[in-house]
């Protein structure tokens, strides 16, 4: 499978716990973003990476809230002390960025279902 | 900031129908995209049809197909011969034409489709 994947696709926790997750792009994009989805809503950005920097993080990102993208490969998303209001699914996409692009079409995951009791 | 909105939470359509899904969006920009996408129960959010703000041709993609009125800043969707595998959460998402926005989107709360035998 060629496609965006993330693990775990569900993750149950309980409060004060801290969770990751990962995201394996699409092996030639350069883009890579996290998204978070909750019921009833459309995604919402959260970050992006270009290769292995960080170039925007939405004010939805507390402090709590950490994105790594190593070696410009996978993505990690780690959110400390969790809080009920974090349950949501977590969404990865992956684009491929180059100037003479028109609109790099972003490619999903599955998505990381988190859960907070 | 630009803002998508989606009116109708739920469609239903008849396979072999047709249904339009509706979307209006918010910006002072006058180069963008638009975009929507199909979100299926449990699977990866997937585009299904793209349309260029300097284009006045309306987009198509076999059975689907746009209707783009920039100035009213409407941006409908048309499924046409609806079938089964239809079903499912379409999201109508915008980007700004700006690369600053690192291919950033904003997307409405979705449309859950029906398909009826």
């Known amino acids: 499978d060629t496609g965006v994947s993330q693990d775990p696709r569900h993750k149950i926790t309980k409060r004060g716990q801290n969770v990751t997750f990962r995201c394996d792009p699409i092996?030639?994009?350069?883009?890579l973003y996290w998204y978070r989805q909750t019921l009833g809503q459309g995604p919402e950005f959260l970050t992006y990476?270009?290769?292995?920097?960080?170039?925007?993080k939405s004010r939805l990102l507390s402090d709590r809230f950490s994105a790594e993208r190593p070696k410009g490969s996978f993505s990690t998303l780690e959110i400390q002390r969790t809080e009920q209001g974090d349950s949501a699914m977590y969404l990865c996409?992956?684009?491929?960025?180059?100037?003479?692009?028109?609109?790099?079409?972003?490619?999903f995951g599955e998505g990381s279902r988190l859960t907070v009791l | 900031a630009q803002t998508v909105t989606q009116s109708q939470p739920e469609m239903s359509v008849q396979e072999a129908e047709t249904v339009t899904l509706s979307c209006t969006y918010d910006?002072?920009?006058?180069?963008?995209?638009l975009f929507w996408y199909k979100q299926p129960p449990s699977r990866q959010m997937i585009l299904v049809i793209r349309?260029?703000?300097?284009?006045?041709q309306n987009a198509t993609e076999n059975r689907f197909s746009v209707n783009f009125q920039k100035a009213a800043k409407s941006f409908s969707l048309k499924i046409s011969d609806s079938q089964l595998g239809d079903a499912a959460m379409y999201f109508c998402?915008?980007?700004?034409?700006?690369?600053?926005?690192?291919?950033?989107?904003?997307f409405g709360t979705g449309t859950r489709l029906q398909v009826t035998l």
């Open positions: 990476f270009q290769n292995e920097a960080q170039l925007e």
């Open positions: 910006t002072s920009e006058s180069d963008y995209y």
């Open positions: 092996s030639e994009h350069n883009r």
């Open positions: 349309q260029e703000a300097y284009k006045q």
């Open positions: 998402a915008y980007r700004s034409a700006w690369t600053g926005t690192a291919s950033k989107l904003t």
């Open positions: 996409a992956s684009s491929l960025f180059a100037p003479q692009l028109v609109a790099g079409e972003l490619f």
